[in-house]
């Protein structure tokens, strides 16, 4: 581009980077940290804004396997990038919108027994399809409230043509590591996990690796630390820097 270009970088009166090999950097950091258990990303909402493309294939080439989006939408956006990934979508399903899970290969995260009820009806009509299920052990956000898990456990046909094959939930307050409600919600996971069928496990976001092995499980699913934001409220962050924003100055005063 050429300096008389209206759009050339020289005539911005600020610039936003996105350092690319910052996030992949902070995904090996934080897949070192949850190893031996595996390491996701989450890319929801754009990847935070950053832009789903770009930072999805850094993921990617930095050893990412599985993702996570909240809409189907963005899952669709994001099996055309990356034919091989596992990609779960955290609202699940919708009525209606199992087929076009299927076609996509997309795994849903059942938060309720209506979306259960969904794929289980989906599943028997042709080949069980994976889900996760997602259990809320006090994040009050989304997942199956204690009562529906009482339920499923009692009337497990409910998950019948279902390859279950993950059982996640979500911390609350991770990023104050003496928080209660971290181990409050540890120990009400493993509860939980007992009364349903085995299946692998995921708890930590970003915030919840730091809390340490005891909260990795088989999975962790890292968000915003991958961006750069500090996992720990009050102590040093780990991660490097992802973003930048570079201004003229004007004048000072
Ligand atoms: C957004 C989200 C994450 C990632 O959380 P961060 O705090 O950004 O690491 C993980 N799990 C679920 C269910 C989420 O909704």
Redesign the pocket.
């Known amino acids: 581009m050429s300096p008389s270009d209206p759009a050339s970088p020289s005539h911005a009166a600020s610039i936003l980077t996105i350092d690319l090999a910052a996030v992949a950097a902070n995904y090996r950091l934080l897949a070192d940290r949850a190893a031996p258990a595996r390491c996701a990303g989450?890319v929801?909402a754009d990847a935070?804004g950053l832009g789903l493309a770009p930072v999805a294939n850094a993921l990617a080439a930095a050893g990412c396997e599985t993702f996570?989006v909240?809409l189907l939408e963005e899952g669709i956006a994001l099996r055309e990038l990356l034919p091989e990934a596992t990609i779960m979508i955290?609202n699940g399903l919708m009525a209606g919108e199992a087929p076009v899970f299927e076609a996509h290969r997309l795994v849903p995260?059942l938060n309720d027994l209506g979306q259960i009820e969904e794929w289980g009806a989906h599943c028997k009509s042709g080949t069980a399809q994976p889900a996760t299920l997602?259990l809320d052990t006090g994040m009050s956000?989304?997942g199956m409230p204690p009562e529906e898990v009482e339920r499923l456990a009692a009337e497990p046909d409910r998950l019948a043509g279902i390859a279950l094959e993950g059982v996640?939930s979500?911390l609350a307050c991770a990023d104050e590591p003496n928080h209660p409600m971290n181990r409050r919600q540890l120990e009400d996971f493993m509860a939980a996990r007992t009364r349903l069928p085995a299946a692998t496990a995921s708890l930590a976001?970003?915030?919840g690796i730091f809390l340490g092995p005891e909260w990795h499980f088989d999975l962790v699913?890292?968000?915003?630390?991958?961006y750069g934001v500090a996992?720990t409220r009050g102590e040093s962050n780990p991660m490097t820097q992802v973003i930048r924003l570079k201004g003229k100055i004007l004048q000072v005063r």
Request: proline share 9%; charged share 15%.
């Open positions: 989450v929801k935070y996570f909240a955290l995260v997602q956000r989304l996640m979500h976001a970003s915030s699913r890292p968000g915003v630390a991958l996992p």
